[in-house]
């Protein structure tokens, strides 16, 4: 039900980030949109001004296109257009799409997830749970939003950013109340939570994966504490939180996470509510025991990586907060697939392995190479990899130790360069690779090489991208080839 241009001033004054408004004789006029992007706008519109990039023209274009309305932090007194001010655009787009969109995930089970590594894997391991118990009861699957795809109920579609604004969020949010979906589970990262992306919801379910330096810079985090610390900020719109004892810094999210109303633990520790234990290989699976108040039973995941195991684990304390049986819980891990994530391709002959996996900090390059050196004993390994530009700056010294530590080569390459050169970005991380190396900007002629160049059992790592199909040059996405897709030509 739409509302009244002067609902939303009301709101944000009784929210305490009105500062004033002009709205002339607009007040009584009902409100049919919401958006930050004038090329969306249409006749009924309540356009907001967002952004550090944000240009008076926008507005104008909004004005044109019919909007009824503007939202900013400042005037813009040359375009003649109703306003309400407010002191932060950042907290108030949250309540304007709560408002606008009806607070629609009240009428579904949302999962949160956050972590530095392994959040992705972890919410695809949860929908192939949640999808195999809702095919019991003839339901459609559930929805699920993350950096790898989004799935709503009526939209589905290759992500490009971990947690999208909140107007896009509550977008979809409405798609899924309105479809009829019964679990939603999205990534939440520490931007969303610092930039108010995921304000005015409640999540059934906060987990708190795991936490590593990463994200600092100029444009994300200024230091360690400020990302920790929004990444803690999660447990103050949880009911449950779900945390890993395995994780570093455990005391400190222990602490944070009694703004909750419950608290459930996981991980290989005694004492843990929901423990693994007698992690084995069998061939091309991996098998594990899990022990709870309500069972203790052995489960299997068919994706590579010793580490995935935490990942499955955290799948199944949410399963285990949701009453869900254990034989889709089973069912679920053994089918689940990440696309991009330990995704491995082997030459005819069988000698090279290539693995392209998401892996793009710290904490999930140290886990992808020990688990690759534990399961592929006697071959040399080779890193594809890159860093994005002007973003997560440690990265450049984090990745090119480690990679230059445990490779016999690294061939580094474009991933996301943004508005800086790759060859100073590549030139940035080789000044820490103590192995030979090669700089290659094209990522598929990268890929190519570094197959060419095996001269016996290789597994060749290719980081960062997964199954993106663009490449972020200057502020445009450009069109590509997978890496997945890049490894099996090559191959």
């Given at each position: 039900m739409y509302r009244k241009l002067s609902d939303y001033s009301s709101l944000l004054r009784k929210k305490g980030l009105l500062v004033m408004e002009h709205l002339q004789d607009a007040g009584e006029k009902?409100?049919?949109?919401?958006?930050?992007?004038?090329?969306?706008?249409?006749?009924?519109?309540?356009?907001?001004?967002?952004?550090?990039?944000?240009r008076r023209e926008y507005l104008q274009d909004a004005a044109d296109r019919g909007a009824v309305a503007y939202v900013s932090h400042e005037m813009y007194p040359e375009v003649s257009?109703?306003?309400?001010?407010?002191?932060?655009?950042?907290p108030a787009m949250p309540i304007l799409a709560a408002c606008f969109f009806e607070r629609p995930a009240e009428h579904f089970r949302l999962t949160g997830i956050t972590g530095t590594k392994g959040k992705s894997t972890t919410a695809y391991y949860l929908k192939a749970i949640l999808d195999d118990y809702l095919s019991s009861q003839g339901k459609g699957e559930s929805g699920v939003i993350s950096s790898i795809d989004t799935y709503d109920g009526r939209e589905f579609y290759e992500s490009h950013i971990t947690t999208p604004e909140s107007v896009e969020l509550m977008h979809h949010f409405r798609n899924a109340a309105d479809t009829g979906l019964s679990y939603v589970t999205m990534e939440v990262s520490s931007q969303a939570l610092k930039y108010n992306r995921v304000d005015e919801i409640r999540f059934d379910a906060g987990v708190f994966l795991n936490i590593s330096e990463d994200h600092i810079s100029p444009q994300e985090h200024y230091s360690f504490e400020d990302y920790f610390t929004s990444k803690l900020a999660i447990f103050r719109q949880t009911k449950t939180a779900l945390i890993c004892t395995d994780s570093d810094r455990f005391s400190d999210i222990a602490d944070a996470a009694k703004e909750a109303e419950r608290v459930i633990t996981f991980g290989t520790k005694e004492g843990s509510d929901i423990r693994v234990y007698d992690v084995r290989k069998k061939e091309h699976e991996i098998h594990f025991r899990v022990h709870c108040d309500r069972f203790d039973e052995e489960f299997a995941i068919t994706m590579p990586g010793l580490f995935n195991v935490e990942n499955a684990l955290a799948a199944i304390a949410i399963s285990y907060l949701y009453e869900i049986p254990v034989s889709f819980i089973r069912s679920g891990l053994y089918r689940a697939r990440s696309k991009g994530r330990m995704e491995c391709y082997t030459s005819s002959d069988g000698k090279i392995v290539a693995i392209v996996d998401y892996a793009h900090n710290r904490l999930s390059f140290e886990k992808l190479f020990a688990s690759t050196k534990e399961e592929?004993?006697?071959?040399?390994?080779?890193?594809?990899?890159?860093?994005p530009g002007k973003k997560a700056l440690l990265r450049r010294k984090d990745l090119g130790t480690i990679a230059g530590r445990e490779s016999k080569k690294v061939y580094l390459t474009a991933e996301d360069p943004g508005e800086e050169p790759v060859d100073v970005i590549s030139r940035d991380i080789a000044q820490y690779v103590a192995c030979p190396y090669e700089m290659i900007e094209d990522r598929g002629e990268a890929i190519k090489k570094a197959i060419a160049d095996c001269t016996g059992p290789t597994v060749i790592l290719i980081t960062g991208k997964g199954e993106e199909t663009r490449q972020k040059y200057g502020r445009e996405y450009i069109d590509c080839p997978s890496d997945a897709e890049y490894a099996q030509r090559y191959l």
């Open positions: 009902t409100v049919t949109g919401l958006t930050y992007n004038s090329k969306e706008v249409s006749e009924g519109t309540l356009f907001i001004c967002k952004g550090a990039a944000f257009l109703p306003v309400i001010l407010v002191s932060d655009i950042r592929y004993p006697g071959y040399d390994i080779v890193t594809v990899f890159g860093c």
